[in-house]
């Protein structure tokens, strides 16, 4: 195995182990806690979920060119996941009063005073977008 190779590996399972602790992550605070998605982290979950399977079928079959399919799926998540964060940390900013049954401005945790569930989501896109960037980047010179 070449070093390129090693590289991108390591970057598909960085992709895989962040899409899985956020979708394990999501689901502990749904089901095991109980607190119901708003719309925003459905929309979020639509990013993110598919990306275990896609990237365990991807290592298996050293798909290296899927990086630009995870780099824009990530960039759509992000925005969302900041949208959202903006709207926890400054819950007066929404425009409209509903975004389903359950309000998209609410903060479920607060840690140090910032580090909200969207901030988190929002993290996790950050770490798949340079991840599939730096995949991107090696798959020019393969």
């Known amino acids: 195995m070449t ?3 090693k590289k991108m590996n390591l970057f598909m399972f960085i992709i895989w182990a962040v899409s899985m602790i956020s979708t394990f992550g999501s689901l502990f605070f749904s ?3 109980g607190y119901p998605p708003c719309d925003l982290c459905w929309y979020q979950r639509i990013f993110i979920y598919p990306w275990t399977i896609i990237m365990l079928i991807a290592i298996w079959k050293k798909d290296y ?4 399919y995870v780099f824009w799926c990530s960039i759509i998540g992000a925005v969302i996941a900041l949208y959202q964060s903006i ?3 400054f819950p007066s900013l929404e425009i409209s009063t509903g975004c389903g ?3 998209c ?3 479920i945790i607060n840690w140090f ?3 909200t569930l969207p901030f988190l989501s929002f ?3 950050i770490i798949i977008l340079i991840c599939s960037f730096l995949m991107m980047q090696i798959s020019k010179k393969l």
């Open 3 to 5: 070093q390129i190779e």
């Open 31 to 33: 089901i095991i806690l």
């Open 65 to 68: 060119q899927i990086g630009i």
């Open 87 to 89: 709207l926890v940390w």
């Open 101 to 103: 049954p359950v309000p």
């Open 105 to 107: 401005n609410e903060a």
């Open 113 to 115: 005073g910032f580090v």
């Open 123 to 125: 993290i996790s896109f």
